[in-house]
């Protein structure tokens, strides 16, 4: 088991975030306030568009450099973020008091995954060794949803495994660890993940009865984001992949605290692991036309290498629809990583109808 200090995973920078809910001088704790500067009085034509369009742009540009930043605080690490992940908790909660969708349990030889809707989009994830009566919960958001499936399923939580310190992925943290006496809570020391008790390295196992779980250091979405590789041969199933805000189905969460290098490279970690690996993300598209919604997880590894436009960007198809590049064969990851940042771009301006 790795201790707090840990080494330094390849394109990985940065130190710690500061500590939970601090707001005020420190590193991390800035909050910045954003208003035009000053000037005469309104004026017309041209010269008014331009000066509003300058504001705008500067504007932008101040909150996406906020956000990008190693130590970016507004929804992370301060007051301000805390209340608005509260609030989306308790819009969730009165939209979906059932959970946003339907979900099925996966058994596999005494090993029990549970996927747990939470927020509007989100899941948290239960692994139960069946036998042992023991439960480990994947990033337990809302601790209400969690709870109310640890009774359900008549089992003692024992670890709180979190990918990232985002609140949708850590708030139910504190609740959980102090309804649970003897839960622990692993993470990346480098995250600042709320109430961590057990702070993991790359390649650090995590034992809770069969269960074998490998942490994954997989940079960019945070710098000390994690992965978690359940293995499938101490039950003879397959092996399982919670992969947090790293990798979707046919998609892959934003780089908030990297580079598309960066990026890239973590999602060459997944790309790995067996393709029969069943893929449990933190976040999940669903099938809008049922009632209720329906949950389309698990997918497998093997299936997103053939879809999933961000595991593809050694393809020379591709490269050669979105711009210039290496062929398949070529190693040129700088290239690789600016086909990966425009399939960003793109998905970002992709609005849903």
């Known amino acids: 088991m790795g201790g707090a200090k840990c080494p330094t995973p390849p394109q990985r920078a940065g130190a710690g975030e500061p500590a939970l809910l601090r707001v005020g001088p420190g590193r991390g704790s800035r909050l910045a306030t954003l208003s035009p500067a000053p000037?005469?009085?309104?004026?017309?034509?041209?010269?008014?568009?331009?000066?509003?369009?300058?504001?705008g742009l500067r504007l932008r540009a101040a909150v996406l450099r906020l956000c990008a930043a190693p130590e970016y605080s507004l929804y992370t690490r301060t007051w301000l973020g805390y209340l608005f992940y509260r609030q989306q908790l308790r819009r969730?909660?009165?939209?979906?008091?059932?959970?946003?969708?339907k979900t099925q349990p996966r058994l596999f030889n005494g090993v029990k995954v549970l996927p747990i809707p939470v927020l509007s989009d989100n899941y948290s994830y239960l692994i139960i060794d069946t036998q042992a009566g023991l439960a480990v919960a994947v990033d337990p958001s809302d601790p209400r949803a969690v709870q109310a499936?640890?009774?359900?399923?008549?089992?003692?939580?024992?670890?709180?495994?979190?990918?990232?310190?985002?609140?949708?992925?850590?708030?139910?943290?504190?609740?959980?660890?102090?309804?649970?006496?003897?839960c622990r809570?692993?993470?990346?020391?480098?995250?600042?993940?709320?109430?961590?008790?057990?702070?993991l390295c790359h390649q650090d196992v995590v034992s809770v009865g069969r269960l074998q779980i490998r942490a994954l250091a997989t940079p960019g979405h945070t710098q000390g984001h994690l992965v978690y590789l359940l293995d499938g041969e101490p039950y003879k199933g397959p092996s399982c992949l919670f992969s947090g805000d790293l990798l979707f189905?046919?998609?892959?969460?934003?780089?908030?605290?990297?580079t598309a290098e960066t990026m890239?490279?973590?999602?060459d970690t997944v790309l790995d692991l067996g393709d029969d690996t069943l893929l449990w993300p933190g976040?999940?598209?669903?099938?809008?036309?049922?009632?209720?919604?329906?949950c389309l997880c698990p997918s497998t590894l093997g299936e997103e290498r053939t879809y999933n436009p961000f595991l593809r960007t050694h393809c020379l198809a591709l490269q050669e629809a979105l711009g210039p590049g290496?062929?398949?064969?070529?190693?040129?990851?700088c290239s690789r990583a600016q086909l990966l940042e425009e399939l960003r771009r793109l998905k970002d301006m992709h609005k849903s109808k």
């Open 326 to 333: 290496p062929g398949p064969t070529s190693d040129d990851g």
């Open 39 to 55: 000037g005469p009085g309104p004026q017309h034509g041209l010269a008014e568009l331009a000066r509003a369009l300058a504001v």
């Open 92 to 101: 969730a909660r009165n939209r979906y008091p059932k959970g946003h969708s």
């Open 149 to 182: 499936t640890i009774e359900k399923e008549r089992v003692n939580l024992v670890a709180i495994l979190c990918t990232h310190k985002h609140w949708d992925h850590s708030g139910g943290n504190r609740d959980l660890s102090r309804r649970h006496r003897d």
């Open 249 to 258: 189905l046919s998609g892959c969460g934003r780089t908030f605290e990297g």
């Open 185 to 199: 809570v692993y993470g990346s020391p480098q995250d600042g993940i709320p109430y961590l008790t057990h702070p």
């Open 264 to 267: 890239l490279s973590s999602l």
């Open 283 to 294: 976040e999940v598209p669903l099938l809008p036309s049922s009632s209720p919604k329906l």
